[in-house]
């Protein structure tokens, strides 16, 4: 791209982050804005609005905006989202509820399943039938559909998602149902199918299409707010949203399907994680991110997430796998809990204090905020245990009031449960951590590794703060916060490099495909990518193919030379595939015929260079005050407050002891030792305790609990 | 220097091999042909010491194989010991006897050679799609009925696939290449768990080998369960059950059983059951001993890993030539009909001891089974499997989920997924109201499920083969889907052709055109219908879970339909019956 800056804007629930670099010289420039709830883009254009201060061309000169946003997983974490009607083929209504019949803990008695979406009385089945090889055996009753839509109307419907069987083979009904509803509910959103997910196996595939239809005004309406309040202001070139696996869409497209933005915030930290890991030589990263509404994990190994077919939302059991509503976009392969800052602190039905998993958001927010918010959170307590500073919140531009957040620990959970407020505040702070780190545990296990192998890069505005907390649970020997930790995944929107990707299903025979129309099916799809750039972009181009052995059903990928497509490319292709496939699986002579799956073309332009700054203090800071905090043995201590600015390279501090910086605070418990890296990144080593029975937490005994 | 086993290395190494089994899942899944490995998931991956112990399986699986994997293991042992067996090497079987109890699971398992030692063995069972012989039917008479018998061989010497074993298959298969796409899955299932385990011992330096490992998980397990075990009442309790009809056996089948709890251990006496039938339902041991064992493991101690330990507390008695300890050749496809009654009928015992972990009745156990074979549009053969599930049993913390596995636990197979694999088209799939056991906690409901044959071959007017294994268990016949602690039994069930009702469990040509209804009954319900919230009822009748009239007639709770509004008068009246009073 040319010479200018970019912005890179994270919306998260509660806070909206920026960073701006400059393309000339790398310089970085960062902002954090409360988001504004009911019309996030208001947060967005504000923050644009500061940068714009004094600098009154900076949209207009702006090669570009790339934005991610965790809107779509809030809206269906706080079930927020539309009141949505499923109309499917008669016979079928039920498909939500029935799911696949499993059960996905095999030793779990009282085993819960997900609450579908829409509730039974809003599934209804409409007479049509496509057959598997796409034939009509019935065709649509336009009239049942246009009684749905009426039934639908009256129970109040908001959205309206269409799963027909086979629709990924013949869309033609669901195309119909949709033009019927459009006449018949006006201003009602409909997600189709095909559109959503053009895949066989109908849960997945209605899972996916109505959580798309749940979310969807809420993002259109988002975009479309956003889209026009950057012309007002100048800006000309298109809007970059990230989807969920690290790639890149514009604002336009991501609209038409917004569930492919389920994991969208959450990838720019790993981008952002993942860029950290390769310029510091880190190999292995548990990359924690920690905000107001979630907290997101992800192992990054050798610079590289993995990335996963289909994801799983709103999980009922301690995030075990199979236990979520799945939705089928590509993703990277990461833990997201509803844990954060923001996460609301009750007195149970038991008499037993729950942390979240609803979040006060940005309004009303926490009660420190003084924005309304009456329900103590996570960052309620945080500031009653002197982790963070009441008038060092926001570099003290957003004062926090320590005696109503006080008030409300006392009032709410102290007196009903006869403890002290501060007794309180240390459980919301445990609790909220053993919540992750349960999580954490199982999602490690299951990729074979140990948390002792890891090293944690803590961001978000809430990561610093409960990072040690988090590592010390886990076993994780150190942990890193990197400059700017509170706007990180914004800056992993410029420092990662922007990809394009197109692809498109093939289903042949490796050999009976014409070469020349798989080059024109790549070329079309390059195109595509291509169009969504600007002229004056020169990405690189990469061509790939998924394949595997005809009948099966996953497929790997093999990258296919450029720029034509011979019969010696798809031999070379083959021949890759069945390398790849007995390095992966072991020599397994199999002799059926090999297909290709797929086609994808990558266009890929390189992140900005960025320069952050480095610390530049020549002696070792000294405290600049000295806070009250509350340690996790629950006594009180003075502990020393440094301004992250002053540290020097090279020095120590052994906590207790708080770094406090603009955008989020490092908590450093008792005995962890912290040194000022050269790059200005705080790498910690964690003091680990040495307990010989903490050994085996799963040997819980849950059973007399 | 090796690394020491102290508490915290323990844990991590234990979640190391479940996460290396949970791989060698993923490898099979990946590579596997046939929906009965990526869907249905009927399958089970685990990994041995080299004393053949059980130390993990993987996650996903089904409750059949997990008393069956460490005998299956032994036995392959006793045939080829340790010095036998050469890097490279891979045995296989399918005698129902020696591994999983009928002809169609193929289990394969390898050594685990390092440093050039074995370390360990890896093992793989798939439920496959077909092993020949008479098509998925109770009919059976003997085992030679039912198919290609594989004994214990090597598939692989050092290396080299011994091709004779795959020209039986194909030679006595009805799709052998789909049968020999999942072989080989199940290989690549060995491959990827061996190499996880010899990158883990390198990692951790085990330069001792895995036992010392294997010690503490099995024990810390074995332990964990006899502590449970050693809290319940000692004494003796019984549930002697009387099964459903089952087509072609003349006689009513019993299954008796003996629960005694002894200290820190458990004995199920099986002692006066039924002899052996001929029909394809009788049980191996090694099936008695997975089903026996699972719903101690379920209502004791759920939360530690299975392995090895957990089924060294359990003892269980069967005498040999009863239905739950068969001997050759009796037929044994359709041995679910029996095992997966095991569960229910141990916690028939428990119930008086531990009434707070007990499920009321699954609506869907034994477990249905569908089969279909003929031909596609251009000549090849298909065989699909499907399975749909009834309703879960209500417990005392809740109502029972609709429609979900138990005791086995399989995948349902999409209707995309099973329409796309062979020539038939499903009608419907729907949950069915009022089919849930009333109770304070009801059961969950159940379904009815119906297709239509549509014509195969080049010409499309082909019949197909098909059958509908079902549980047998009626409202009103022998072993309803009972409810518990005063909780009323499920219902629903049924299987029809083309509206005419029909024997379960055998195989029958059928023309295009012709449709197969069956109903999955809804679970049994959990303590006494009276006894739930008329608040919970009105739910359930907004949601179309239950119908006005079962409200009235099942809970006694008044619900005037034009308002949708619970009738606090009426209801309270009808609610006060001498039994309502006497509990007040």
Redesign the interface.
Known sequence: MSEGVRLGVDIGGTFTDFTMVDTANGTVRVEKILTSTGAAERAVLQGVDRFREGQLDVLAGADGIIHATTLVINTILERKGARTGLITT??????L???????Y?????????PEPIV???LRIGVTE?V??DGSV?TPLNEAEVRQAARQLREAGVEAVAVVF??SYRNNAHEKRAGGILAEELPGVLVSLSHQVHPE?????RASTTVLDAYVKRTMASYLDRLSDGLKERGYKRKLFIMLSNGGTTTADHAKAVPIQLVESGPAAGVEAASYFGRSMGIDRILSFDMGGTTAKLCIVEHGRAERARVFEVDRVKRFM?GSGLPVAVPVYDLLEIGAGGGSIARVDSLGLVQVGPDSAGAAPGPVCYGLGGLEPTVTDADLVLGYLGADSFLGGDMPLDLAAADAAVNKRLAQPTGLSVERVASGIFEIVNETMASAARQYV????L?P?ELTMIAFGGAGPVHALGLARKL?CPRVVVPPFPGVMSALGLLAAPVAFERSHSVKRLANATPPAELETLLRQLGEEARALLPAEASPEVLWYADMR?S????ALEVALTRPTVDDTAITRAVDAFVALYHD???????D?PVEIASVRVVLTERGSTINLPKPTAIAPATAASHRRMIEADGSACDAPVYPRAALAAGQTIVGPALIEERESTTMLGRGDRMTVDASGALVIDVALPRR?????????????A | MATKL???T???L???L???V??AAT?L?????TPSV?EY?DFCCALFDTSGRMLAHS?V?T?GFLGIVPEVMRNFLRKFPPQSLADGDAIITNDPWIASGHLIDISIAAPIFHRGRIVGYTLCIVHHLDMGGRMSTLASKDIYEEGLKIPILKLFEA?Q?NRTIFDFITANTRVP??IL?DV?AQ??AN??CA??LKV?MDEYALDDGLEGLASEIIS?TEQ?LRS?IA?LPQGVYRNDVILPRIPGVDTDIKICCEMRVEGDGITVDYTGSSGEVGAAVNCCYNMTRSYTSYPF??????????NDGALNPITIIAPIGSIVNCRPPTATWGRTMISHLFPEIVFGAMEKVLPE?V?AANGGAPANEIYLHGKHADGRSFMAIS???GG?GG?A??DG??????PN????I????T??ESRM???????VPDSGGAGRNRGGLG?VV?YEI?GGGPDGKDQVESSVRLSGRRENGNFPVSGRLGGKAGRGYGLEINDNEVDHGTSRTLNPGDRVCFRLSGGGGYGDPLERDPARVLDDV????VTVEGARNDYVVVIDPATNTIDAAATAAKRKTPQAEARA
Request: hydrophobic letters at 35%.
């Open positions: 008669a016979g079928f209504r039920d498909l509820e029935i799911q696949r019949e499993v059960r803990d095999l030793y779990d008695l009282f085993i819960r399943l509730p039974r009385r039938r057959l598997a055996r069987l086979h066989p196996k109908e849960y997945e796998a296990a299951e990729k074979g140990a002792s076993g052995y009948g099966q059903d996953h992966l699986y072991g020599k397994i002579d199999d059926n010989a029975d903490e050994a085996v937490p799963r040997l819980n005994d849950k059973v007399n | 102290d508490a915290v323990i844990q991590i234990w979640n190391r479940i996460a290396i949970d791989e490898g899944i990946r590579t596997a042909y990526k998931h996650t699986t409750a290396g696939l290449d789909k796409g080989r290989i690549v491959n990827v190499r996880g883990m810390r964990s449970k809290k493991k379920l209502a004791l101690d759920p939360s530690v890993p299975n972990r499920l399975q749909h599930s879960f417990s913390r809740q989920p609709a429609t979900l596995c138990f636990n399989t995948r349902n999409p209707v995309e997924v329409e796309n088209m499903y009608l419907r799939k729907e949950l379904q119906e549509l907004k949601e179309g879970r």
